[in-house]
């Protein structure tokens, strides 16, 4: 499984643009990237999956480049809200039999008033 | 929309006891995974399912067990119990054959054990 390398903590202000960035140097052929978002004593929520280019939903948009070795979450006009830690997770989704989800250091964001 | 449900929500344990957690996924979801998430950590993966079958174990312990049913929910065993064994425990569902990959977590069960 790929590796994912993310900020630890993120500050921003209610009604600003955040944008998160994973690293995934070895991303394999066959990956997705997949972020998710949990609140404090909740269960991870599916934000957005993309392979590569731009994804964009109703919640936010997901930035990969061409090289695919990093990926950047967009969260547009945050609101207090959206404090949560973020995940992101790389890993091949085209596995029926398998396909467990291998959750390392989210980015805690932090939005103020 | 429906979700996945467990229960029971909350559960506390003496040492050495043994608990149930069960998990019904979304309906025509065939794929079970379970996750732990102790204090200030990040969510593990214990062992998934798929079609009833086992498909997938990672660090669950030797005291720990599970199955899926004829119906799809499963059910977690856990024996023995710790006082590291108080942790939320997650269980996902997905559409494995020919469905999206998205892993949909239920509210969780918080394990207390005395």
């Known amino acids: 499984l790929a590796k994912t390398t993310q900020p630890i903590s993120m500050d921003s202000y209610e009604g600003q643009e955040v944008n998160i960035t994973c690293s995934h140097n070895?991303?394999?052929?066959?990956?997705?990237i997949t972020w998710y978002q949990q609140f404090p004593s909740q269960g991870p929520r599916f934000i957005i999956q993309?392979?590569?280019t731009k994804v964009t939903n109703e919640v936010a948009s997901l930035f990969i480049p061409a090289d695919r070795k990093s990926s950047t979450l967009s969260l547009p006009r945050v609101s207090l809200s959206d404090t949560a830690v973020y995940y992101c997770l790389v890993g091949d989704n085209y596995n029926n039999a398998g396909n467990m989800l291998t959750f390392g250091g989210g980015t805690r964001l932090m939005v103020k008033p | 929309a429906a979700g996945v449900i467990q229960s029971p929500r909350h559960l506390i344990k003496e040492k050495r006891e043994t608990a149930t957690l069960k998990c019904y996924p979304i309906?025509?979801?065939?794929?079970v995974y379970w996750y732990q998430q102790g204090p200030g950590q990040d969510p593990q993966f214990l062992i998934s399912f798929y079609e009833k079958m086992q498909s997938d174990k990672g660090s669950i312990p030797d005291r720990f067990s599970a199955q899926q049913f004829s119906d799809y929910h499963s059910e977690l065993n856990m024996s023995s119990l710790e006082l590291g064994d108080s942790a939320l425990y997650f269980c996902a569902s997905r559409q494995g054959a020919g469905g999206t990959d998205t892993q949909y977590f239920g509210p969780g069960t918080r394990l207390t054990v005395l």
């Open positions: 070895n991303i394999a052929t066959n990956d997705y």
């Open positions: 993309g392979y590569k």
């Open positions: 309906p025509r979801h065939d794929t």
